[in-house]
């Protein structure tokens, strides 16, 4: 008999994504604590809380936190950093990471959504690009189904827990946005 396909509707409500807010802290740092957002990122096992303070409160123009919450709870997070060197100003940079007990619920597809949303239609990004341990398939699928294609294998590129890991690099491309028609000419 076949298993049937998990709901993506979380049981508790709606997802819905807004901007990380200083009052998240404790919620973020809860969610690199599982031991599956920090082994498939770069955070460590123990993170204080000021390490996101420190994120969140050296904020600028490059950078935008975003968290899903559902029925009011954070339960994702991701991150979109514009490069600063004048020729890489078409690129952004992602990271995200969701509570491990609500990976593979739909959160993070909501996340990326949001974000691409805001990359191409409001900062006008060309390129997004990003970094995945070579053996995250969730994270993979995720990432090709919005448009991520692998661009190459970076060897023992992390340590997770006693092993050096390899990471590819995937990026999207779109291309830049229209320009609206110009104004009909004023007559003399
Ligand atoms: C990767 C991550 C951000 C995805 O967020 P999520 O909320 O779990 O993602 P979603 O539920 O929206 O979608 C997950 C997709 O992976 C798929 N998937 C799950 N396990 C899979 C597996 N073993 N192989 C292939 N695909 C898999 C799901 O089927 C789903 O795709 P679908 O909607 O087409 O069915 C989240 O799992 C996470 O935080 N993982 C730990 C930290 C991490 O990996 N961060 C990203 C580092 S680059």
Redesign the pocket.
Known sequence: MNKPK?S?IPKRGKIEVRAAELSDIEALTRIYA?S??Y???LQLPFQSLEVWRKRLTTNDDTQHSLVATVAGEVV?NLGITRFTRPRRAHVGEI????R?D???????????AAALDLADNWLGMRRIE????AD???????YR?FGFEVEGTHRAYAIRNGVYVDSLSMARLIEGPRITKGAKKAKP
């Open positions: 998990r993506k599982g599956n957002a082994a498939q990122t994702g990271g995200m990471g969701v491990d609500w990976q593979g619920k739909g959160v993070g597809s909501a996340l990326l990003l970094h995945v341990h995250n398939a969730p994270a993979i699928a995720l189904r």
